[in-house]
């Protein structure tokens, strides 16, 4: 009875973000998990959000260069949108929670993720931007990314750490 409430479901799959902007499943099993997921929700009409964590050993490496990096930055958000597009996601929840726990010293010494890697957010924005104009077969609720942590309130202009944890 609960299915007919939802329009869409965060699914703890985990794609990761390489270094080179690009997003990467583990292993094939989670690609068949996601996809098996996708499809049963879809026969509820319910739309599926997959995650996107930042690998915690490597975390730093992958938003370095994503935030220093203007064709990494453009390779993921195109890569996000394709995958996207392909599996019939209705969107991503950005799941990156850098300089946190026991690798807060390494990724950042005394700084914020917000002061780290300031371009974040605003390229979150423009992922979201990017989602909202490419609708996506199959979807049963509108294209979203949603982000936990670090990427605070993305969509102001520009984009404010004023509700960051950090």
Known sequence: PWAATLD???IDCGHRLSAAGALTLPNSTQQQRLSR??????????SVIPMV???????????????????????????????ARTHNYAGWNID???C?????ARECGS???AHKWPRIPGILKQLAEAMAGHSTPGATAAPTVSAAGYACDVTAAPPTFSHCPY
């Open 8 to 10: 869409a479901i965060l």
């Open 37 to 46: 997921a996708t499809a049963e929700f879809a026969a509820l009409n319910i």
């Open 53 to 83: 964590f930042a690998d915690y050993a490597h975390a730093d490496l992958g938003l370095d260069a994503l935030s220093n990096s203007r064709g990494v930055a453009d390779a993921f958000i195109a890569t996000a949108v394709h995958e």
């Open 96 to 98: 990156w929670e850098p």
């Open 100 to 104: 946190t726990g026991n690798t807060r």
């Open 111 to 113: 700084l914020s993720a």
